[in-house]
C-alpha cells in the first residue's frame, strides 16, 4: 500500500495484467487496455513477454465486432503450481494448486501438537513432496511454498509476541527451515489474511472492502481491499483478537485487557464450560486445561448447545455477542461490504454465530444506510487458508507486492511483551 | 485501492511521478525510475507532457556522477492553484495553496451555525473569491475548491445518516450548489480524511500507515495507507467514533450502543459537566443545551481542568481513556506506525488526551513488539484539515483517484436511520 501516490515497481505491469487475464479466464488485449488502463503500446509489449514466458497463451478469437477479429488470451494454467500449507496446532492441510489457483491436489494430515518444529518441517518437505509426485508434477513448475499459521506472524527480529499454541516452537526459523528442507521458495503470511486471500482466489469474495473473520485457536481477521492483501508494515493488520471491548474486561495472553480473543475466544469458552460442573459433564468436557483439547472442548460445547442444553447455548450466544462487536468494529473502521465467517472454530459452530453477527451489523454498522456489509459463512473454511497460502506463492513470483507490503521473512515464536498492569481503559 | 491488483487508470502514471517530483522537491528523470519503477521510457513521455503542460519545469543540473550531468525537474508550483474550505459549526477556514499544497494565503470566517445552507454556499463563494483576489492569482489558474465537513459525507443518494450538529440542513446539495455559485469545480470530503491529507502533504506525517484522530463537534479518523487516503466504499471509513467501547454503553445518535462519541465526545463531556451542578457553575458553563454553546462549553471544562478542578480533570480523564481504547482499536486493525491527535477539540484539550492515549498504545497495542505507534498532537489542528480539503482538489484534477476511491459527489443531511432497540451487544 505504500510508494509514492501508489506508483508500482517495475514487474507490476506484468503483474496486473496477468492478474486481469486470471480473473478474466479469457480477455482480448484491447480489453485489457480497458480493464488495466494501461496504453496499448504497454498492454501488447507485457502480453508478449508473458507469451514467451509460458505463462500465456492465445486461444482463438473473440466475436467478430465488425473490424478485425481480436485474439483471445488466456492463462497457461499448468505452465506454474504452487504448494499452499496451512499449518495449526490440530491440523496440517496442503493443496497443489496451479497458476490460476485451482487445486489440482489436497491433502491433511495430523497437525503440529507439541511435536518438535524441526520433525515438523521435516514431515512437511516430504508430505509437500508425496503431494507434487501424487499430482504427477514436475518439480521445476512448483514455484515454491505459501506457509500460514495462525498470527501474528513478524516480518523481522525484535518481533516479541507470539499464539500462546505455539508459543513452545521458541525461535525457531521456520520459513528458512521449509525452504531448506524442500529447496523451494517459501513464503510466510498468517491463517487469516490468507482464508481472505483464498476466498478471493475462488471467487467467493468480490473485489471490494472484504474481509476474513477468522477463528481458529484465537480471532482474527484478514483484510482484502480491492483484491489486495492490507497487512500493514508489520503483517499484523486486522488482528480483531486483539481490540478492547470492555475496559475493565479480563487479561488477555497479550498483556492487554478486554481483548476479544479473551472474553469471546475458544479459550474462554471452553474454560467458562470447565467451570460449569453440570455442563462441563453433560457436554463431556476433558478434566484437563490442556491447549490440546481446546478444539475437541470447543466441538463438545457446541455439540450440548445444538442439543439444547442452555448452559452451553448461552455460552456460545455470549462469545457470539461480542465477537459481533469486534465485526461491527472492523466493519466500521474499513468499511466493509462484505465479511465471511471462517476457521475451524466458525467451521463448527458458525449456525450460532452467523445470525448474531448479521443482526449486530443490520442494526448497528455506522454506514448501513449507504451499503449493508453481506454476512456468511465460508463454504470452504478447510481448505481457503491453503489456497490462500499457494496464492500468495504465485503472487510473491508473479505478482510482485508493492513497496512495503512484501511478505513476511520469518515466523518466529516468543514469549509476549511484559504483561501490562492493570488499568481501567 | 480497487481494480485488478491494483492497476492503475490512464493517467496515474503522470500522477504518480507528479507526486513523486512535489514530495522530492527536485529530481532527476533517473531518480524517477528509481522512485515510481516505471521504465526510462515511460518517465521521459510523461514528463515531456508535464513539461508541455506547463507543470513541471527543469531546474539546472545534478552534480556530475562521472556520466552525463543529470538535468533536475520540479514543480511548477504556481502553474495550478486550489482553495481549500473547512466548514465547521464553529468556524469556516479558508486556504489557497499552491500546486505543491503550499499555503499561500489563508482566513477564518464565522462558522455555520444555525445558518441557512444557502446563504452559506453564497458567502463561502464571495469569501473563496476575495481570498483568490486578494492573492493576487488569476482565477484561471484555480483548479477548484476542496470543501471538507464533519462527516460522514456520502456518496450518493440513499444515505441517511448525518451528524446532528449539521442534520438541519436537510437534502441541501452543497458540492452542487457551492460548484454553481463559484463556477469552479468542487470535491468534497470529511474533515478528518482531510486533516490527514493535510498532515502529509504538510511533510508533517510519513508514508507508512498513518491515520489523524479527529475530535471536533463528533469523534472521527481519516486513514492513509502509503501516503493515499483510504476512504471506503461509502467514503466512512476510519468513523472510530461509532465503535463500541462497552457492550451495554448508553445509545449513540447513530442508533447504536456504546460507541466512543457517545462515551467519551465533547457532548457526553459536556452533558456529564453540565449534570454536575458545582463544577457547571465553577467552570461557568451556560445553562441552555444548544449546541453552538458545546464546543464553548468544552472549552469551559478544559480550562476547569487545567485550574486543577478534580471534576473537571475526572471528566476529561476518562474521555481520554476511551479515546485511548478507541486508538488502540484503531491502530491494532490497521496495525498503524503514526496517529496525530487533531481537530478543535484536541487543539483545545491534547495535553490532557495526549499522555493518556500514548500509555495505552504503549503498554497494549497489539504490534508493540514489532514496531511503535507514535503519537503526537498536531502542529497544524487548525488548517490542516482546509490544507488537506486543497490538496484533495489537486489530486482530484492532477492525481487521478483509483478506481473505486473517488471522492463523494453530494454532501447530504438528514435523520439518522430508525435507531436500534437497546441490546446487550
Redesign the interface.
Known sequence: ??????????A?SR??????IR?AGTISRVGLVG?????GA?ISTVVRRLIDDGLVVESGHAESTGGKRRVLLQLNRSARYAVGVHLDHDGITYVLTDLGGSVVARMSRAGVGVEDPRSVVERMAAESAALIEGAGIERERVLGLGLVAPG?L???P????MQPAIRHWGDFPLGAGLQEATGLPVVLDNDATAAALGEHWSGQAG???FAALYMGTGIG?GLL????P???????????G??????DGPQCW????GCTEALAGPGAVVEAARADAVLARSAGLSGEAGRGRRTADFAAVTRAAHRGDPGARALLERSA??L??AA???A??????ELVLTGPGLAIAGSIYLPVVQE?LE??F??????PVRVRLSRMAATAPAIGAAAMMLQSEL?PL???TRLPENLTAAE??PA??P???
Chains 1, 2 share one sequence.
Do not use: K, W
Not at 500500500?1 to 517495475?10: E, F, L, V, Y
Not at 455506522?366 to 451499503?371: K, L, N, V
Open positions: 500500500m505504500s510508494g509514492p501516490a501508489g506508483a508500482m515497481p517495475h507490476s503483474a496486473a495484467v496477468l492478474d486481469v480473473a480493464a488495466t488502463g494501461f496504453t504497454t501474528p513478524n516480518q523481522g525484535g518481533s516479541r509476541l473485489g471490494g472492502a481477521a481491499l480491492g483484491g489486495i492490507y497487512r500493514g508494515p508489520s503483517g499484523n493488520a486486522g488482528e480483531i486483539h481490540i478492547p471491548l470492555a475496559a497479550c498483556g492487554a485487557r455477542r461480542y459481533a462487536l461491527r468494529t472492523l466500521t473502521i474499513a468499511d466493509l461490504e449486530e442494526r448497528s455506522f454506514s448501513r444506510a449507504s451499503h505478482v508493492r513497496e512495503g509476549p511483551a501490562a498492569a488499568h481501567g481503559g
